[in-house]
Nanobody, 125 residues
Framework: QVQLVESGGGLVQAGDSLRLSCAASGRTFGSYTVGWFRQAPGKERQFVAA????????RYADSVKGRFTISRDNAKNTVYLEMNSLKPEDTAVYYC??????????????????WGQGTQVTVSS
């Protein structure tokens, strides 16, 4: 089992950058595929990015491709989401999630068993 805690959210202006962190408990974090999702008010939670156990494979939503970068440091039990060129439509609560059954990082919510509490990102125009 793993517990996830997100941090790094905040209020920024359009065009700014933020780096989110997802810190995990446990000594087997390298066995988990990790994803980032986001949920804006009144909308469904949507996929943002995901990374494989070793970090060798990543996937991105089309809306963030080229602007966001997901990475991980298994020695620090942490996954990062570097967000550049932020837009007002990126405003949402950002969640990290983890699962250990599939080596291929999924874009769907269902495979992810563990979720953090989320961190708010607000981008003003």
């Amino acid at each position: 089992q793993v517990q996830l805690v997100e941090s790094g959210g905040g209020l920024v202006q359009a065009g700014d950058s933020l780096r989110l962190s997802c810190a995990a408990s446990g000594r087997t974090f390298g066995s988990y595929t990790v994803g980032w999702f986001r949920q804006a008010p009144g909308k469904e939670r949507q996929f943002v990015a995901a990374i494989s156990r070793s970090g060798g494979m990543t996937r991105y939503a089309d809306s963030v491709k080229g602007r966001f970068t997901i990475s991980r440091d298994n020695a620090k039990n942490t996954v990062y989401l570097e967000m550049n060129s932020l837009k007002p439509e990126d405003t949402a609560v950002y969640y990290c999630a983890a699962e250990r059954d599939n080596p291929y990082p999924s874009t769907r919510r269902n495979p992810y068993d563990y979720w953090g509490q989320g961190t708010q990102v607000t981008v003003s125009s």
